[in-house]
């Protein structure tokens, strides 16, 4: 007599198995996930400015742009969105620490002659341009109304000015306002410009070590203002010399 077969259990539950180890694959994949994006963010400025040496000298990527973002009359600069990782650049060249100097150098020696009364305040200000540094001499301190005769009380403070220059090239420009003048000594703004620019060139040369080769004379008359001629303010600040220190250009490669 044959023996019964006995009926096998069969377990439900052994999708169980798979299920969990499908949860704890996906959760070792969150957590290497989390892991990366919490890495060092100085391994990445450094790895950056790795890549950023390793192509530059082969001109591949630009120079970052010094200007800074527009957040007033321009585009405006969305806080929530994340800046990308700064790049460490230079932020001041060697010319720009030059001039930058040069300006304190000179902004000192106006305020002290001011200080002792040799110039009435606001007869002189300096500003850079792409030519250079710039400092306006304003008729007010050097000048009588329509002459090109250098004022005696201001002639000391030129002679200082003259020791203080660095050495390179210079230009001098004469400007006037847009009122006419028809002198006996001067036909025209044109004169007189020109008459100014070499009186304070020659001056600059005779009390100081600038070499003559290095400075150069012009007269615009009223052509250049730098502000409105429809106010007495404004023909004030065009009726001016200015000297120009022109940047050196840079050496060839």
């Known amino acids: 007599m044959s023996r019964k077969k006995k009926h096998e259990h069969v377990n439900h539950e052994r999708w169980l198995v798979s299920y969990a180890d499908f949860i704890t694959l996906l959760f070792a994949f969150f957590v ?12 990445q400025i450094q ?16 120079a970052h742009s010094k200007t800074p ?18 790049l460490p650049v230079p932020t001041t060249s060697a ?28 007869s002189v200000t300096i500003h850079t341009s792409p030519e250079g540094v710039v400092i306006s001499l304003h008729e007010i301190g050097f000048f009588p109304s329509g002459s090109a005769e250098v004022r ?9 000015l003259s020791a203080t ?14 009122m006419p003048i028809h002198t006996a000594q001067f036909a025209t703004n044109w004169e007189l410009s ?4 070499s009186a304070i060139a020659r001056l600059l040369l005779e009390r100081g070590h600038l070499a003559p080769a290095n400075l150069s004379a012009a007269g615009y008359a009223e052509f250049h203002p730098i502000a409105s001629n429809a106010t007495e303010v404004g023909r004030a600040q065009n009726r001016r010399v200015d000297i120009i220190l022109l940047r050196r250009p840079a050496p060839s490669q």
């Open 69 to 86: 973002p527009l957040t007033e009359g321009g585009i405006a600069v969305d806080a929530s969105v994340p800046a990308p990782i700064a």
């Open 47 to 62: 790895i950056a400015a790795a890549m950023q040496t390793a192509f530059t000298p082969m001109g591949s990527f630009e």
């Open 194 to 197: 020109t008459a100014r620019a």
């Open 95 to 122: 010319g720009e620490t030059d001039t930058q100097q040069i300006t304190a150098r000179l902004t000192r020696f106006f305020e002290a002659r001011i200080a002792a009364g040799q110039i009435p305040p606001g």
């Open 32 to 43: 290497v996930l989390f892991a990366s994006s919490q890495s060092d963010k100085k391994k």
């Open 165 to 178: 220059l660095p050495a390179g090239p210079l230009r001098i420009e004469g400007h006037t306002d847009d």
């Open 152 to 160: 005696a009380t201001s002639i000391p403070m030129l002679a200082g």
